[in-house]
C-alpha cells in the first residue's frame, strides 16, 4: 500500500510537471522556442558590489537581481553564465556582443541603439549619503554648487550631468571610492539606491557616514530592467514571459531572502535532530563592549544578538556559561566543555582545534593613545613602543604575524588596558575599533583618543568545537538568509556607541557627598570646556584662514604640486596645468604616472623611491602626447590623514633654451681660440713649403736642379701637406654637432686635441709631459669629451704666459681606476685664489680682462662632464713634480668619467 502512494504521487508529479512546462512552452513562438532550443546557456553580467542586488563573494555571483535571474531562467530551461567585473568594463563587453545580458539597468532611451529592455522589475527608492557632522542636505536642489560622488556611467550619474548643471558631479570607478572620497572629503556627498546605501554604511562606514535624507528625482526612471542584448532580437520578448509565470509565492520568497526579515530556512534532517537533542553550551566573556559584556546578571553585545538571531530563527537550545577570561573561554573549546564562543576571529593556530562560522562583522583594529600623540598612519610608527593588548586577542594574532618585533603588553581585559594607558604605562592599546571607542566613552577616558588604525580588519565569527560541523552548517545557514535589513538592525543598536547603566538609589545616601562634589567639578570643567571651546573655534578660523592663504601661496608658485595617495591624485596646483597644458577632466582621467617619460637608467618609481633625496631631470608629456624637459622631487608627505607622496615639479623648456645658447657661446669663443691655435700650427710648415718651392725656382733657373734634388724638396713638400691636411681634420672632427655615443679611446681624443695645440705650445715655450695609461676606453660622447679638454689646456696655456717662459709646464696623465677613467691635468702656472676656487664652474665668472674671457669654458666643460657624460670635475691647488723640479701653487683639474 505505502509503495502504491508513491508511485501514484510520483506520477501525480511527473503530470503537473509536464503540464506546467507545456504551458510556459504554449506561450512561446515558433520562432522564440528555436532560440531557446538552440542557445543552452547565456551570459550575464555580474558586478562586484552592488549590494545586496548584484555582487560577487568568494568568486559567486550573489544578489536580488541575480536569483531574480536564476529564477527566469529556470522558466525557460537556459543555463546563465555569469561573468564579473566592474560596471564599466562590463557595459564596455556587453557593448561588443561579448555579454548577453545586463540583469540590473536603469532605462535610458540612448541605450537602446545596443540593448532590448525588458519590462521593470523593481522600483527603487534614492537617499543622500553624506558625513556624519553634516545635515545641511534636505533635497536635490541643496546639492547646488556641491561636489557629488557618483560612480562613472551610471544611468544616474549621466542624468544628474546632463539635467542638474549647478551639481558638481564627481566620477569614480567603483561605488567604494565614491564613499571613500566623502569619508576623506574629497567630495560633499553621494545619491545611492537606499538599500545599496545602508548596507555599506553598516558594514564599512558606520564611523564615518550617515543616510542624511530620502530624495525623490524628478523625471528620473528609477525602475530597474533587464537588457538584453540586440544580438538577440527575441531574447527580451522570451525574458517578459518567464516573469509572467514567476509565481506570487516564488516572488514572496526571493523579496524575504533580500529586502524582508521574514525568512524560510531548509534545515537537513541531520541538522533538525542537532536542534531537537542538543543544547548549545556558549562559553561567554563579559567585559568587551559593545561585542560582548554582561549587565545585571543578563548577556547583552553586537555579537551576542547575532548569536540570537540564529538561536531564534534555528530554534536553538542555549546555556550560557560566563568565562574570566578569554583564554579560559579557548580552553574550554578545546577540551570541548563548551560548544561555541559567539565573537571572535579565525586564525591559523585556532583552526587546528575549532570550526568557524562565515563572518557577520568585519571591524578596523584601531589605536588608542593618549591625547597628545600624533595621528600614526599604520603600526609600523608604534616598533619600539609598548602596545597594550589583549593575551590570546585575535588583534594579538593578527599584529604578532605582521609585526613580529612589536613590544607587547598583554592586558587581561579592555578596562585594564584603558587603565595602563591613561597612567602613561604603554604608549598605545589595540583593540576592535568600536570596542576601544565605546570603553573610551564608557569610563569617560577624556584624555584617551583614538590615534590611526592598524589596517588590520578584524573579521568577527562564531568559533565552535571541531566535531560541531552540523552546528556550523547550521549556523551558515541562518547568516546566509539573514536580510540587510536585520543586520542593520543589530549594526545600528550597538555602532552608535552609547552607553547606559541604571541608577541603584539604594546607594545614593552613600555617595550624596561624593555626588555634590562630583558636579561642582563637573561645573568647574565645563565652564573650562567652554573657554576651551572659544579657543577652539577661533584657532579652527586661524586654521581655515591659513590654509586659504596656503592654497593661494602653492597656485602663485612656479612650480608645479601633485599629492598623491595610492597611486591617485588628490590635489594639484594650478601651475600643473599649465604646465602640462591640460585641463582638471583630462589630468584625473588617466594614470598620473602618464605625465612623464623615463628611461631605463632613471623610472618612475626610483623617482618615488628615492623622496628626500635627490632631484631629477627627465621628460614631461604635455598633453599626454609632446615631450619637455623638467625637473621632478618628491617627498613622503602626511596630507589630510593619509600616506601621500608630494610632487614638485618645474618646467625646464625656457631654462634648456637659454643652456643651449650659452653651449653655442661657449663653442664660438673655443673656435676663436682653435683658429689661434692652427694659425700657430701651419706658420712653420708653410714658411717650409715656401723655401723649398723657392729654392727650386732659383736652381732651375740656374739649371742646377737635378732629380735627386727634386724628388727630396717635392716629398717635403707633399709630407708637410699632409700634415695641415691633418690639422684640417681634426679641426672639423671638432666642430662637428652630432651627439652620438659611441666607444673611444681617451689617450686618442687627448691626441686629437694636442695636434692641434702642440704649435701654440712651442711658439710659447710650453713643456707637455705626457703620462697616459694604454687601453682606456670608455662608451659616451667623444666630441663633447674633446671640448671639455680643450677648454682646460687653453686655460692652462693663458695662465702659464704670465709667468718665466723657462719653467712653463703642463702634465697630463690618465689611468684607469676601479670602474672609472680618471684624466689628470696639471699646469704651475701660480693656482687659484682660494677665495674664488668655488666659484670657478660659475657662468659668466672669469679671471680674464673682458676683453679675453666670457666666463663660459669652464662652465661649459663642467655642464658637459657632470650632466652630459655623468661624471665628475674637482679642481684644487696643489705641489707638483715636473721634470725633476718642484713647484708650488700649481692647479690640478681631475676628470672622473664611467665607463659606461
Known sequence: MYKLLLLLLFLHNLLFSNNTNQDINNNFTTEEQQFIDTHKTLTIANEYDWIPFDYNENNEAKGYTIDYIKLIFSKINITPIFISDNWDNLFDRFSKGEIDILPAIEYNKKREDILNYTNAYYAQEFSIVTKKNKFNFINIDDLSGKKVAMVKNWNLTKFLKDNYKKINVIEFDTLDKAFESIKNNETDVTIQNSLVANYFINTIYWDSLKILTKISINN????????????????????????????????????????????????????????????????????????????????????????????????????????????????????????????????????????????????????????????????????????????????????????????????????????????????????????????????????????????????????????????????????????????????????????????????????????????????????????????????????????????????LTIEGIIIVSKNEIIYYNDEVLKIFDINEEKLLSRPFPNLFETDKTITFEDIIKNSDSQTYEISGLKNFEMKFPILIKSKNVIFENKQSIILSIIDMSEIKNRENLLIQQSKMASLGEMIGNIAHQWRQPLSLISTAASGMKLQKEFDQLDDI?????????????????????????????????????????????????????????????????????????????????LNILNNAKDALLDIEKTNRYIHIKSYKEAEKIIIEIIDNAGGIKESILNKIFEPYFTTKHKSQGTGLGLYMTHKIITSSMEGEIKIKNVSHKFNDKFFDNCTNVKIVIPFS
Do not use: C
Open 220 to 555: 528620473f526612471d528609477d525602475k530597474l530592467y533587464i537588457g538584453a542584448n540586440k544580438n538577440f532580437p527575441l531574447l527580451a520578448q522570451i525574458i517578459n514571459k518567464a516573469i509572467n509565470k514567476i509565481s506570487p509565492n516564488e516572488l514572496e520568497t526571493l523579496n524575504n531572502k533580500w529586502l524582508n526579515d521574514k525568512q524560510s530556512i531548509s534545515f537537513t534532517q541531520k541538522e533538525l535532530d542537532f536542534i531537537e537533542n542538543k543544547v548549545v553550551n556558549i562559553a561567554f566573556t563579559d567585559n568587551w563592549a559593545p561585542i560582548n559584556f554582561v549587565e545585571n546578571n543578563k548577556a547583552y553585545g553586537l555579537g551576542y544578538d547575532f548569536w540570537q538571531y540564529v538561536a531564534d530563527k534555528a530554534n536553538l537550545k542555549t546555556n550560557i556559561v560566563t568565562k574570566k577570561s578569554f583564554a579560559d573561554a579557548l580552553d574550554s573549546i578545546k577540551n570541548k566543555s563548551s560548544d561555541i564562543i559567539v565573537a571572535t576571529s579565525q586564525t591559523p593556530d585556532r583552526g587546528k582545534y575549532a570550526l568557524f562560522s562565515d563572518i557577520y562583522y568585519k571591524a578596523p583594529i584601531g589605536i588608542a593613545t593618549l591625547q597628545d600623540k600624533n595621528y600614526i598612519p599604520d603600526p609600523s610608527y608604534l616598533l619600539g613602543k609598548k602596545i597594550g593588548v589583549g593575551k590570546n586577542y585575535t588583534a594579538y594574532k593578527l599584529l604578532k604575524k605582521e609585526y613580529p618585533n612589536m613590544d607587547f603588553v598583554f592586558v587581561n581585559n579592555i578596562e585594564e588596558g584603558l587603565s595602563l594607558l591613561s597612567n602613561n604605562q604603554i604608549y598605545a592599546l589595540i583593540d576592535n575599533l568600536p570596542v576601544l571607542t565605546y570603553n573610551i566613552q564608557k569610563y569617560a577616558y577624556s584624555n584617551i583618543k583614538i590615534s590611526g588604525s592598524t589596517g588590520i580588519d578584524f573579521n568577527l565569527q562564531m568559533m565552535l568545537r571541531d566535531d560541531y560541523e552540523v552546528l556550523q552548517s547550521i549556523i551558515n545557514k541562518v547568516l546566509e538568509n539573514m536580510s540587510p535589513n536585520d543586520k542593520s538592525l543589530i549594526y545600528n543598536k550597538w555602532l552608535k556607541l552609547e552607553y547606559s547603566q541604571a541608577f541603584d538609589y539604594s546607594l545614593l545616601w552613600k555617595y550624596f557627598l561624593p555626588l555634590i562634589l562630583i558636579i561642582l567639578s563637573v561645573l568647574y570643567k565645563n565652564r573650562q570646556l567652554v573657554i576651551y571651546q572659544r579657543k577652539l573655534k577661533t584657532t579652527k578660523n586661524e586654521l581655515e584662514d591659513t590654509l586659504k592663504t596656503f592654497r593661494s601661496l602653492v597656485n
Open 709 to 789: 734634388t727634386f724628388n727630396e724638396t717635392i716629398n717635403n713638400i707633399t709630407n708637410t701637406t699632409m700634415f695641415l691636411s691633418q690639422t684640417i681634420d681634426d679641426f672639423q672632427n671638432y666642430l662637428k654637432e652630432d651627439k652620438i655615443k659611441k666607444e673611444f679611446n681617451v689617450n686618442s681624443s687627448i691626441d686629437k686635441i694636442l695636434s692641434m695645440l702642440k704649435g701654440s705650445y712651442k711658439n710659447h715655450d710650453i713643456n707637455l709631459i705626457l703620462d697616459l695609461s694604454e687601453g682606456l676606453f670608455i662608451n659616451s660622447y667623444e666630441n663633447e669629451l674633446n671640448q671639455a679638454i
